[in-house]
């Protein structure tokens, strides 16, 4: 449900968890600071799915 997503997402924001499996909807939308890595377990379908997958850490020079 949407309230569990929230839920391991914020402690994940903050630090309470250590790793996030998600799926390709994760590539879009989330912003979360100082995310050092983004494993891909599967090649992504095509060159743009790949930018927002690994976009993930590499936001602003940040």
Known sequence: ???DRDQVLAMFS???LSV???TDVAARG???DAL???I???LARDS???IHR???TGRAGK
């Open 48 to 50: 743009e799915i790949h």
């Open 30 to 32: 989330l912003d979360i």
């Open 36 to 38: 050092d890595m983004v």
């Open 54 to 56: 690994v976009g993930r």
């Open 14 to 16: 903050n630090r309470s």
């Open 20 to 22: 996030l499996v998600a």
């Open 40 to 42: 891909n377990v599967e």
């Open 1 to 3: 449900e949407q309230r």
